[in-house]
């Protein structure tokens, strides 16, 4: 295969595979709800197919946040009352969503926002194998009005404890 490609063939460059995917979960934050949070999860197997999807949003049947605010920040639209997040977490949709947990073992997770703890321990009993991660999570804090958050160091911490490797997203890669 020494054979050179005619001229009006022009080298096209291609996008990695953390490209390509980390673009998939960008786009598919477009169809998220929340007001707040951005997160899509895509678990990919080692031959760089896609295995599962998820984005985070209301549980089945209940409300949109981007129709009637947000229960944590804004209250109940009927009572005004601060309330916990309705949401489920991208990662927890995406486990949902393979129908099968048993091929995500050894999966890479690209996510458009890194894991909270509580998710972070379901990817290491899934043995989720590295996670390629595009924003850090904050987590809003009930009745701050979306404007006082915490970081959960717990979730690295647990990440690096167990071996799994963490990359933040670099365009280029």
Request: glycine share 8%; hydrophobic share 35%.
């Amino acid at each position: 295969m020494d054979k050179k490609l005619p001229k009006k063939f022009k080298k096209r460059t291609r996008l990695s595979w953390d490209e390509f995917f980390m673009d998939i979960a960008v786009t598919a934050t477009n169809r998220i709800s929340c007001i707040y949070v951005k997160a899509v999860a895509i678990f990919v197997d080692d031959l760089h197919r896609i295995i599962s999807i998820g984005y985070n949003g209301p549980t089945r049947g209940d409300i949109h946040c981007n129709e009637v605010g947000c229960l944590k920040v804004h209250g109940d639209p009927i009572t005004g009352k601060i309330k916990r997040c309705n949401g489920i977490h991208a990662e927890i949709n995406a486990i949902i969503n393979s129908g099968d947990v048993n091929q995500l073992r050894g999966s890479t997770l690209y996510i458009t926002v890194f894991p909270c703890y509580d998710c972070m321990k379901a990817l290491n009993n899934l043995g989720v194998k590295k996670i390629i991660y595009l924003n850090d999570y904050l987590r809003i804090l009930d009745g701050s009005n979306g404007k006082a958050t915490t970081a959960e160091p717990e979730a690295r911490e647990l990440a690096e404890k167990r071996g799994i490797i963490i990359e933040k997203f670099k365009k280029g890669n």
